[in-house]
């Protein structure tokens, strides 16, 4: 089985992958943020490295699936491949951050993957207002971040909602920003019931 965890920059995402891997006893499969050869080079010039950060996602996260299709695990993902692209590429796009010829290079490599590629079993996505990701960007302090914009980040949230709208696979929505799932069991107890009911049928 294949469950994304879907959410926009700071929502928590990798916080609730690796939470849920531990209570249920499923193999996460975290994003590749911390050794992406780009990613600093991206925050401190968008528009000159948008392509090549795009790209190199895409690359990793087709790996990733290549390797839950063929795994027996229960398999947790931090960020889905679908995300990278009407997300992320998209936005970019949008901003003018990556050209129309590099777009249309970018989505014929996509669709190409697609062939091969199935939506995750289940999508949990986590939904969060742009203030609250800015009160967790900054809570988390890296550096490469902080210079992100608000125009950036509400760009993302508004593909979010359009795409959630449009998903055509089975989605359980979290409204995070009044939870602490991290800290207050309660909150984490929260998403599990809606997963289990989901899953098992308990409630």
């Known amino acids: ?12 995402k990798t916080t609730l992958t690796r939470m849920l891997a531990e209570h249920y006893g499923w193999t996460p499969k975290y ?4 050794y992406n050869p780009y990613l600093e080079d991206y925050y401190g010039d968008i528009k000159r490295w948008s392509f090549n950060l795009e790209v190199y996602f895409l ?16 398999i947790i993902q931090d960020r889905t491949l679908l995300e990278g692209v009407y997300i992320f590429v998209d936005n970019n796009r949008a ?8 777009y249309d290079a970018y989505m014929d490599l996509f669709s190409v993957m697609m062939r091969m590629v199935k939506l995750p ?3 949990i996505y986590l939904r969060c207002s ?3 990701l800015v009160g967790q960007i900054q809570k ?6 902080q210079g992100m914009s608000l125009e950036y980040l509400k760009g993302l ?4 909602e359009k795409w959630i709208s449009e998903y055509k696979g089975t989605v359980i929505t979290i409204d995070a920003d009044g939870l602490d799932f991290e800290n207050r069991p309660e909150d984490f107890g929260k998403i599990t019931d809606k997963i289990d009911s989901l899953l098992f049928g308990l409630f």
């Open 59 to 74: 690359t990793q996260r087709f790996k990733d699936v290549m390797d839950i299709a063929e795994s027996k695990d229960v």
């Open 1 to 12: 089985m294949h469950i994304g965890i879907a959410g926009n920059i700071g929502s928590g």
């Open 121 to 123: 079993d289940l999508l």
């Open 95 to 102: 901003l003018g951050n990556i050209s129309q010829r590099d």
């Open 157 to 160: 949230n508004d593909r979010y």
């Open 31 to 34: 994003e590749a943020v911390t």
């Open 140 to 145: 988390r302090g890296r550096d490469y971040e």
């Open 130 to 132: 742009v203030p609250h």
